[in-house]
């Protein structure tokens, strides 16, 4: 019987060849990634610009007297505060209720046009960091999350009920959301101080899939 004999400058060139291999593997499943993350930002870069001329293209003429703007990443903005509601108060004013009656339909159709890429349509509400006689930030803190959520349900519930959207409303039922962010997201003035009167506003956000598909593969390499 022959006995056969492996140093070990063979054994560990035979282990350095192994770790090479699942370094080799490893770098084309992230260059894969990088390659897909790509691809997904163009499209998801293309189908925003598409949707934002789309935007601008309905509304425009109907922004300076609904005193609302759409930002670059097509989020609707009404930043009126005593147009939307009372102080402190979450029942839709007549003029904000007359407001939705012509945005929201016409904001639906436009979307429908991109519904095999929209994962979400949500409706904030945002609030300033005051409240009446409370000094208390964490007081404060959670009146404003109760009211900004409150807001933004009596919004979505409103336009949900509108006649003019009954034949969409079961993808109307897959897609929105209410969110409450109370004065997470405030909107400051140059010298840094709060603007309150801007910060009080309610918005229309989409959520796209190529969001959510960017979203999965970081979260899969931060668990790595």
């Given at each position: ?26 770098m ?24 934002h ?15 609302a ?39 639906v ?17 945002h ?37 003019s ?60």
């Open positions: 019987m022959i006995q056969e004999n492996v140093s070990l400058a063979d054994l560990m060139s035979g282990l350095m060849m192994v770790f090479l291999l699942i370094a080799v593997v490893f084309l499943d992230v260059q894969q990634e990088k390659n897909a993350m790509g691809e997904i930002a163009l499209l998801a870069e293309q189908s925003r610009s598409q949707l001329d789309d935007l601008m293209g309905e509304f425009s003429a109907d922004l300076k007297q609904w005193n703007v759409i930002l670059e990443d097509n989020t609707v903005r009404f930043k009126a505060p005593k147009v939307l509601f009372q102080s402190g108060q979450s029942t839709l004013r007549l003029k904000f209720k007359t407001i939705l009656d012509d945005f929201f339909p016409r904001y159709s436009i979307l429908q046009g991109y519904r095999d890429e929209i994962e979400a349509i949500r409706i904030e509400g609030t300033s960091s005051y409240w009446q006689n409370v000094n208390d930030v964490a007081i404060r803190y959670l009146k404003n999350v109760e009211l900004s959520q409150q807001r933004a349900l009596s919004t979505l519930k409103y336009c949900y009920q509108l006649g959207v009954k034949d969409k409303r079961e993808w109307l039922q897959k897609m929105l959301r209410a969110n409450g962010l109370a004065f997470a997201q405030r909107i400051f003035n140059e010298d840094g101080s709060e603007n309150a009167k801007k910060s009080r506003r309610v918005e229309f956000k989409i959520v796209t899939k190529a969001e959510q598909k960017l979203h999965q593969i970081l979260v899969k390499h931060l668990e790595e």
